[in-house]
């Protein structure tokens, strides 16, 4: 019996990157022809993983086919046997192979790279040489070495991996010890697949561990390096005589600047210098009787019994400066000459206050005051709201030994008690009867089901999809649940465990690799029916696949975009074709539907079903207190609500009324009126840090990243680093410059805004309000659920975030939603800003007026006219559908035309350019040598043309279908392949 074997390597052969492309058909298919032992016949089917030999050494492998028949190009000598199964269960299902041809096909990725995606997480790692011991007692006649293996496999249970036994046995030469043993029967070697050991999500939490003297004792050495702070803690702690300039810059360290600095703040003082005389011991046996003005001067000297001013003792005598210079002369008196002194200009206790200033350390105090009295751990997150410190802070604190950081075990909230399932609405009802009819049509042989549910924000989808893997659970099939970020599975996993206990499994790529393998396993295993999480969970293990949803399924995580692992699918895509194959229906979701598949839901080929009106559920009438306790409580009324109104402030208006605030007048009074009548915000914007660029006004030098050539993004935090620039796209990092780089000006300004400029403005604005930052830079591991509770349980009184709270969640207690900037990617040059615009705007607005309490939207902007922002402020999709429409159709782009972008990359600019005008002019002349109906854009360079450290350069092909001619073209090395890309920067 032969197997056919996609190994888990590049094995296709592909031109230079300084060669023409080739014509092969399906090269992106390749597998290996293998035999089967006649040990393994029984035990290998489709989707094993096993080890197999390939060139001198071994690989890893999926059987994708098995046969009698071998091979027709291939002889029988020329098969090599497979080595081992890794897995006693397939790692893959028949759907899913089916499903990785599919994708190979579909976006000209190579099989080796599509079975990627389904393998079990880690799977590379995760593989281990196992040495099993076959005897109980030790055999005799063993070597000093042999025994040291024995020993160490009898104390692990007769079983070791093979990377233990290397650590942990100091042997010369030990795989050939294995060897041996095994060559005498004693040991059994063989590769496995051993799963990591799962570990529960962990969160960071703090707590307070000095006592109160040993705060006050180090709240000096806090902060930012500060020679000021240092001469004014030294100057307030001097005992004895006073310093001179000179002794104090000497003990700190540092010039006469910073002394200067703090004189003209009024904060020491520097005496004038002085000139003393003091008596010498010859004074007192002196005869002056004939030099009356002398002798004057000797006796107050000598009355005093120290150094007098010369001054005062000129003026309390009457003499001259010569009867002090005859004194002299005598070797009765001596003149000293003192040095200014540095002295105290504060009160004592307010010395204290001035270091923290000059050190900013007003985070590290807050933090101090809202642990002290606490027992036990706190979240990091209720501290971030509390005090607007940030992980920066918490850190430097932990530094100093005033407080420890830790991660420990998340525990999840308690699932809410199950209640009655809510009464439809009329267009509830009507949707549900054709997904009802849809769930019954699907099968496998059949035309896919799919739908598009076009609800508006709070319109009720969830419960539609609720009621939909209620009916599949029903028919024993099981289902798939896609959300678009890993922040949303929080709300919606309560959302379905509370529907269907126990039979949820959430799986995402911020588990751990163990627990990633565990929820992998246990949907293998078929012991979870329903899968939540983002587009990787499509490619998890589900047998008897029964639905599929994509929940907010115009968001552009769903594609995978640069840096592109082969292959650049989309998940709603891939679910159609996984529904197809698997027989099951798939049902999309939105408020604002991508166009793309909002035409095809026009055009006949998804189900297209509207859900136009907002809706809130209220609990039934109050009734009188039943007597059984088992008898069931009414279902709660869903009754319509207005979609919150819309205000768009023009920031031109404002600017030219005065107001240099990043938050509009009529957003301020807002977010001060929800704040007294005890209500929440949401404030969006979609920058991450302080400010979006540094500039230098002078020579207009912008900070860029050394990599990526974009620029370098500010941010401001506590502790050493108090201030640093990031590359968001590699994560670059170098401290922000206090003089320009090039022309060493002082003239270094920040512009644009970012999330902690727009929490620090709040925080001017209204004090004592509670703010919550969430943003990639505050929310990490397994935060975001905490973030989310945190603030449904009303710890936070302002969420300030990204793109991450404008996606799903449902906070009733929001009565005002502003948008700090509209335009953030109104006119980056690609052909869906207006689109990506219209639906970030809608989404957020969403979030306002999901409770009685009704709510409001404030959306800032400089150009208000805009077709984008008049539709989302009239919360109105068909509007914006129809325009944008009409452009996308003069322009030639999606939906009536289909894309398909290459990329290259090099170190080399000029590597870059040539390698891509080349392939360019290959393109272009094949294209008219076949005639194919396919516009060429380009060769020219991305948008962000450097990532990296590496240059970029991009050919579009624009026509009803470039990807059937690409199927059979042969790209060099290093060309990427983004089909049906949904961004060309």
Request: proline share 8%.
């Amino acid at each position: 019996m032969f197997a056919e074997i996609v190994v888990n390597r590049p094995t296709h052969r592909r031109p230079q990157p300084g060669d023409d492309p080739g014509y092969r058909d399906a090269w992106y298919l390749v597998t290996y022809t293998y035999r089967l032992p006649s040990h393994l016949q029984d035990k290998v089917r489709p989707g094993h993983l096993v080890l197999v030999p390939l060139g001198a050494s071994n690989a890893l492998g999926i059987v994708v086919a098995l046969t009698d028949a071998l091979p027709e190009h291939l002889t029988e000598t020329a098969i090599r046997d497979v080595a081992e199964v890794l897995d006693p269960l397939p790692v893959v299902t028949p759907v899913q192979i089916e499903l990785a041809y599919w994708i190979a096909n579909q976006y000209l990725a190579p099989l080796s790279e599509t079975f990627r995606l389904m393998l079990p997480p880690g799977i590379e790692e995760r593989t281990f040489v196992v040495i099993t011991q076959r005897t109980e007692g030790m055999p005799g006649g063993l070597a000093p070495e042999e025994q040291e293996v024995w020993r160490l496999l009898q104390s692990r249970g007769g079983r070791a991996r093979l990377s233990t036994l290397l650590a942990q046995v100091h042997v010369d030469q030990l795989e050939a010890t294995i060897d041996r043993l095994a060559e005498r029967g004693l040991v059994m070697v063989h590769h496995a697949l051993v799963p990591p050991r799962p570990l529960p999500p962990r969160v960071q939490y703090v707590r307070l561990v000095a006592d109160e003297a040993t705060i006050q004792a180090t709240l000096p050495r806090l902060g930012r390096s500060s020679s000021r702070a240092d001469l004014l803690m030294l100057v307030a702690r001097q005992r004895g005589a006073p310093l001179t300039v000179g002794e104090l810059c000497q003990r700190v360290g540092c010039r006469e600047e910073p002394v200067r600095a703090l004189v003209e703040r009024g904060w020491l003082k520097i005496t004038e210098p002085r000139t003393l005389i003091v008596a010498l011991p010859e004074a007192r046996t002196a005869d002056l009787a004939r030099a009356p003005r002398q002798a004057a001067v000797l006796s107050l000297l000598l009355s005093r019994g120290g150094p007098v001013e010369k001054k005062e003792l000129l003026a309390r005598t009457g003499a001259s400066p010569t009867v002090i210079t005859a004194l002299e002369e005598k070797g009765l008196v001596q003149r000293i000459r003192e040095e200014p002194m540095v002295l105290l200009a504060l009160p004592p206790d307010q010395v204290m206050n001035r270091i923290i200033e000059l050190r900013g350390i007003e985070k590290e105090l807050a933090v101090l005051a809202a642990l002290r009295g606490t027992v036990g751990r706190v979240w990091v997150g209720g501290i971030y709201a509390q005090t607007g410190a940030d992980l920066g802070t918490l850190r430097h604190l932990a530094d100093h030994g005033l407080i420890s950081l830790h991660a420990e075990q998340f525990d999840r909230p308690p699932l809410p008690d199950r209640r009655p399932l809510p009464s439809l609405t009329s267009d509830q009802e009507a949707v549900w009867r054709e997904i009802e009819r849809g769930l019954h049509q699907a099968g496998a042989g059949k035309e896919p089901y799919v739908a598009l549910i076009h609800g508006v924000t709070g319109s009720g989808k969830t419960e539609i999809y609720l009621r939909a893997l209620a009916a599949t659970l029903t028919k024993g099939q099981r289902a798939i649940v896609l959300v678009p970020e890993i922040s949303l599975t929080a709300q919606t996993v309560q959302r379905f465990e509370a529907r269907f206990p126990g039979r949820v499994a959430v799986f995402h790529s911020r588990l751990t690799p163990g627990q990633r393998y565990a929820v992998w396993d246990r949907i293998r295993r078929g012991e979870a029916d329903i899968v939540i999480g983002p587009r990787s969970a499509l490619f998890t293990p589900v047998s008897r696949l029964g639905l599929i949803v994509l929940d907010e399924v115009h968001d552009h995580s769903y594609k995978q975009m640069e840096p592109i692992p082969l292959p650049a699918y989309h998940a709603r895509d891939v679910a159609v074709a996984l529904g197809r194959i698997a027989g099951a229906a798939v049902v999309l979701g939105s408020a604002t539907p991508d166009l793309v598949s909002y035409y095809r839901a026009t055009h006949g080929i998804y189900h297209l079903l509207e859900l136009p009106q907002r809706i809130m559920t209220q609990p039934p009438a109050a009734a009188p207190q039943r007597a059984r306790r088992q008898e069931v409580l009414p279902s709660p009324r869903p009754v319509s609500a207005p979609l919150p109104p819309v205000q768009v402030v023009d920031l031109r208006q404002e600017l030219q009324a005065g107001n240099r605030s990043i938050l509009s007048r009529v957003l301020q009074k807002a977010l001060q009126q929800t704040l007294e009548a005890g209500e929440q915000a949401i404030l969006f914007l979609n920058r991450r840090g302080t400010a979006t660029f540094v500039l230098c006004r002078d020579c207009g030098y912008v900070a860029r990243c050394p990599r990526c050539e974009v620029p370098l993004t500010f941010h401001r935090s506590a502790g050493s680093e108090s201030s640093r620039l990031i590359c968001h796209r590699c994560n670059h990092r170098e401290p922000a410059p206090v003089l320009c780089p090039q022309c060493k000006s002082r003239r270094i300004r920040y512009f644009g805004l970012g999330t902690e400029r727009v929490e620090a403005a709040v925080r001017e604005l209204c004090p004592e309000a509670r703010l919550l930052r969430w943003d990639r830079d505050t929310a990490t591991s397994a935060e975001p659920e905490q973030f989310l509770q945190a603030f449904i349980e009303r710890r936070a009184d302002v969420l300030i975030g990204t793109q991450m709270i404008a996606k799903g969640l449902d906070f009733p207690m929001v009565t005002l939603v502003g948008v700090i900037s509209a335009d953030t990617a109104l006119y980056l040059p690609d052909y869906r800003t207006a689109e990506t615009t219209f639906q970030l705007l809608t989404q957020v607005a969403g979030r306002a007026g999901r409770s009685s309490r009704g709510g409001q939207v404030i959306i800032q902007t400089y150009n208000p006219d805009h077709y984008a922002i008049q539709a989302a402020a009239k919360h109105d999709f068909h509007r914006f559908y129809r325009q944008e429409l009409t452009h996308r159709r003069q322009l030639g782009y999606p939906p009536f035309a289909r894309l398909v972008a290459l990329r290259f990359s090099d170190p080399d600019p000029e590597r870059c350019r040539a390698a891509a005008e080349r392939l360019g002019r290959w393109l272009a002349a094949e294209i008219q040598r076949l005639g194919r109906p396919i516009d060429l854009i380009g060769p020219a360079p991305c948008f962000f043309s450097r990532v990296r450290g590496r240059t970029r350069w991009q050919i579009v092909l624009r026509g009803p279908d470039p990807l059937s001619w690409l199927q059979g073209v042969v790209l060099p090395w290093g060309w990427q392949v983004d089909v049906d890309p949904i961004s060309l920067l």
